[in-house]
């Protein structure tokens, strides 16, 4: 079963064809970084605007790589939640014109388990249950996987996303945008240990998360630094905050693993292409006897190829939407519309 799958939830305009929810046969992605880097973030209206302008030719290149027609493609998969309103909006409209006009399956698709999904196009033989740690610019989620279509959270962010934390310090720190790369590349030139930022655990007996009051701890670093005209080293402030992110998602993480006694554990989101992330969660996985599963970076970061393998899953278990189908600006993992 070949899906043509849409993904524009925020800034990244992405077709893909996924073939029975396992293999790529096209992933294209628009990304609109350069746009929104004079910004610092995200502008909505801009991200839209883009997706409408470029859609249509990313659609055009996804077949033409994959060589096949829309005559070959089985159903239509598209994001509706959650994301950027107008961004999810432009490619709903565009999924359902093609599935209403080509008489194909319209197959909606929740963007975090999208992300999950990702998983199974890295490691085809990869089954349910397992326990995913989603991490991006908007989310930083525990959800264990039970099957293919219940999807139980455990544990979540009660302020800021990792992400979202990666992305102001990086931008005050004058290291660009997105924040994430920004700030992993700068602190593999700083110490770690340079600065005792906080570790926020909240109860060790829950696994939801904080990284409001850590960003406020770098921030106060700062301008207590620049109040006293005293040298900051970027690099060293960098390495040190992503220490003390990295550390709380991975102690969480195989914490909550243990406690529920689940041994495949996934991770997916952009804030998953972490170096110190990866590189610290594979040790700790290999010390608790915990398989860890992670995708490449192009699979983490949002694309369309993951909303294939999700949208087939769906589909296989009645997930068929209708046009009525609407966008979700926070939709909650496991709703179906």
Do not use: W
């Not at 990866?278 to 290999?286: F, G, L, Y």
């Amino acid at each position: 079963m070949k899906i043509l799958s849409i993904e524009t939830s925020c800034d990244e305009t992405a077709v893909a064809i996924v073939e029975n929810g396992r293999k790529i046969l096209t992933n294209r992605i628009y990304s609109q970084i350069d746009i929104h880097q004079k910004y610092g973030g995200v502008v909505p209206e801009i991200a839209s605007r883009n997706h409408i302008v470029k859609l249509p030719y990313i659609i055009d290149e996804a077949l033409a790589e994959s060589q096949l027609t829309l005559a070959d493609i089985d159903a239509i998969g598209v994001t509706n939640g959650p994301g950027l309103v107008g961004a999810l909006l432009i490619g709903l409209s565009t999924a359902k014109a093609m599935a209403y006009s080509l008489g194909k399956p319209l197959i909606g698709v929740h963007h975090i388990e999208g992300h999950i999904a990702a998983n199974f196009l890295q490691y085809p033989d990869l089954e349910p249950p397992f326990l995913t740690l989603v991490v991006s610019g908007g989310h930083s989620h525990l959800v264990l996987v039970e099957d293919f279509q219940t999807f139980k959270v455990l544990g979540r962010t009660i302020d800021d996303a990792a992400g979202e934390a990666f992305d102001k310090i990086s931008r005050v720190l004058g290291l660009g945008y997105p924040g994430g790369p920004a700030i992993d590349l700068a602190a593999q030139n700083g110490n770690p240990a340079a600065i005792a930022f906080p570790r926020v655990m909240l109860d060790k007996n829950k696994f939801d998360f904080s990284f409001s009051g850590l960003k406020s701890a770098v921030l106060n670093y700062i301008n207590g630094k620049k109040m006293k005209n005293e040298a900051i080293d970027p690099n060293d402030v960098a390495a040190s905050f992503q220490m003390a992110v990295v550390e709380v998602l991975v102690r969480k993480t195989i914490a909550c693993a243990e406690k529920i006694k689940i041994k495949t554990l996934c991770m997916a989101g952009g804030v998953s292409c972490n170096s110190l992330l990866r590189k610290m969660m594979t040790v700790a996985a290999e010390e608790a006897g915990i398989t860890l599963c992670y995708p490449d970076p192009i699979l983490c970061t949002d694309n369309a190829a993951m909303i294939g393998s999700m949208a087939y899953y769906n589909y296989i278990n009645g997930g068929e939407s209708d046009l009525s189908l609407n966008g979700i600006p926070g939709m909650k993992i496991g709703y179906r519309q």
